[in-house]
């Protein structure tokens, strides 16, 4: 493994760093490319994408029970607020065992459909760039760094590459049924 604590670079996460359930969101990150530039790159691309939706899909929703298009952009912003909670306590090094948490719940509780679309856009931005300074802080000891979440252990780095590849796996699905 390459590590250049500059750029927070590695060249593949082991699958030991974290639960299985979080391969399919680890592997649409460019595994070549830093932390801090996968997080920039998949927030330009949440950007450039959720700015040209139209008025009129707002509040769409692609079947009845899924999340409107707002609901969704607040899931990824609750998701992250969540898990980089996480990232902080492991990588502070707390062995604090964390709870889950249950999207639906957090979902059905949000009131995304009642906000105005631009300010979740540009909450997610603020909150990205929140994201990003955390990293930077990181040492190349707290990035190696596992704590135990909903049962299941996670390495920092492994979570620096999840939040990019949960809002890659939410804009694929955009792509593909909201618009």
Not at 57 to 70: I, M, P, V
Not at 88 to 111: E, H, I, K, Y
């Amino acid at each position: 493994m390459l590590f250049s604590y500059k750029h927070i670079y590695y060249h593949m996460i082991p699958k030991e760093e974290y639960h299985e359930y979080f391969e399919k969101y680890i592997q649409l990150v460019n595994s070549d490319t830093s932390i801090l530039d996968n997080l920039e790159n998949s927030q330009k691309s949440f950007d450039t994408l959720l700015q040209s939706v139209p008025q009129e899909k707002h509040n769409y929703a692609y079947a009845d029970g899924k999340w409107t298009l707002k609901e969704l952009i607040q899931h990824i912003i609750d998701t992250e607020r969540v898990f980089t909670y996480r990232a902080l306590c492991f990588g502070r090094n707390d062995t604090t065992s964390l709870p889950g948490f249950d999207q639906d719940v957090f979902v059905a509780n949000d009131n995304a459909n009642e906000r105005d679309y631009r300010h979740l856009i540009e909450e997610m931005q603020v909150l990205r760039q929140s994201t990003i300074h955390l990293f930077k802080s990181f040492s190349e000891d707290a990035l190696l760094r596992v704590g135990i979440a909903s049962e299941n252990k996670i390495s920092v780095r492994a979570l620096g590459y999840l939040f990019s590849g949960h809002q890659i796996h939410h804009l694929n699905i955009v792509k593909e049924r909201y618009l």
